[in-house]
């Protein structure tokens, strides 16, 4: 079994700055792709940023420039630096973790920006 554990959300001022994480634990032989994703109430959730074993990574558009992704992998951990937040950023931030080939999701954390 694997687990992902999601930390960081919380409430921000427009402009603020929240840093997530999302650590993997259990039976992990490998890990491929981590990312986050996020949704907002009836709406789908939608890719915010990834980041492949190589060290590559892919932004959406509505982030670029003020997101960052990144992983420790001694730690088995992704992060997103979230800068210069908006209200439209709000919203339940999921982390997606490829582990020994197959597809982990963690429990969501919200993100709420607003003042």
């Known amino acids: 079994q694997v687990q992902l554990v999601e930390s960081g959300g919380g409430l921000v001022q427009p402009g603020g700055s929240l840093r997530l994480s999302c650590a993997a634990s259990?039976?992990?032989?490998?890990?491929?792709?981590m990312g986050w994703h996020r949704q907002t109430p009836g709406k789908q959730r939608d890719m915010a940023a990834i980041?492949?074993?190589?060290?590559?990574?892919v932004y959406a558009d509505s982030v670029k420039g003020r997101f960052t992704i990144s992983r420790d992998n001694a730690k088995n951990t992704v992060y997103l630096q979230m800068n210069s937040l908006k209200p439209e950023d709000t919203a339940v931030y999921y982390c997606?973790?490829?582990?020994?080939?197959?597809?982990?999701w963690g429990q969501g954390t919200q993100v709420t920006v607003s003042s």
């Open positions: 997606r973790v490829v582990v020994n080939g197959r597809d982990y």
């Open positions: 259990g039976s992990i032989f490998s890990i491929y792709g």
């Open positions: 980041i492949d074993s190589g060290g590559h990574t």
